[in-house]
């Protein structure tokens, strides 16, 4: 069965940074495309960021380039999204989500999140 | 970037009913898209992608179609465990999703 556990969620100032994590143990994440995808409270989804199965592509939404990175640790089996110059509207619930083999954009697995509130 | 737009944001439907729910990608996706089921507190389901191949374990009443800019799910017969939020998402060029359209009660 598929897991994805993400961590690293909480209240943070503008400005500051935080790291989220995502544990998912089960599989292993280099053999798959990775996604962030958050949430603001009640809103839709909106897509964050992306890491091929082999690390050599990252991808970002326009709203996050620049201040977030998406990076993996292949030896503990963690992925991560860097997020620095946080401002409120970037509060939202953060889910890790799988990509689909072979279609590694397409994702087929979510977490269930990290909430994270940016106060100003 | 590419943008999808849903129609309509709330629906309200009885269970029994045919319930379609369109998405319009702003330039052409090929049939790069995947429709979610999400319910409140809980994380998205994949439901369809590649525009109308059903995901493992999704009931047959769930449908896709369409190709290039305009899509659809349908819903043949609505149950009471299909009241929740729909999202569209295009995987062409990284990703996109719409902005969802809930089904409620009518």
């Known amino acids: 069965q598929v897991q994805l556990v993400e961590s690293g969620g909480g209240v943070v100032q503008t400005g500051r940074s935080l790291r989220l994590s995502c544990a998912a143990p089960?599989?292993?994440?280099?053999?798959?495309?990775m996604h962030w995808v958050r949430q603001a409270p009640g809103k839709g989804l909106e897509w964050v960021a992306v890491?091929?199965?082999?690390?050599?592509?990252?991808y970002y939404a326009d709203s996050v380039k620049g201040r977030f990175t998406i990076s993996r640790d292949d030896s503990t089996n963690t992925l991560y999204l860097q997020m620095n110059s946080l401002r409120p509207e970037d509060t939202a619930v953060y889910h890790c989500?799988?990509?689909?083999?072979?279609?590694?954009?397409?994702?087929?697995?979510w977490g269930q999140g990290t909430l994270v509130t940016v106060s100003s | 970037d590419i943008q999808m737009t849903q129609s309509p944001s709330t629906l309200s439907a009885s269970v029994g009913d045919r319930v379609t729910i369109s998405c319009r990608a702003s330039q052409s996706i090929s049939n790069w898209l995947a429709w979610y089921q999400q319910k409140p507190g809980k994380a998205p389901k994949l439901l369809i992608y590649?525009?109308?191949t059903l995901e493992g374990g999704v009931p047959s009443r769930f449908s896709g179609s369409g190709y290039g800019t305009e899509f659809t799910l349908t819903i043949s017969s609505l149950q009471p465990d299909d009241f929740a939020t729909y999202y569209c998402?295009?995987?062409?060029?990284?990703?996109?999703f719409g902005q969802g359209t809930k089904v409620e009660f009518k």
């Open positions: 989500a799988r990509g689909a083999a072979p279609h590694w954009l397409l994702i087929d697995y």
């Open positions: 590649q525009t109308y």
């Open positions: 998402q295009q995987y062409d060029i990284f990703s996109t």
């Open positions: 890491i091929s199965y082999d690390g050599n592509h990252k």
């Open positions: 089960g599989f292993t994440l280099n053999n798959y495309g």
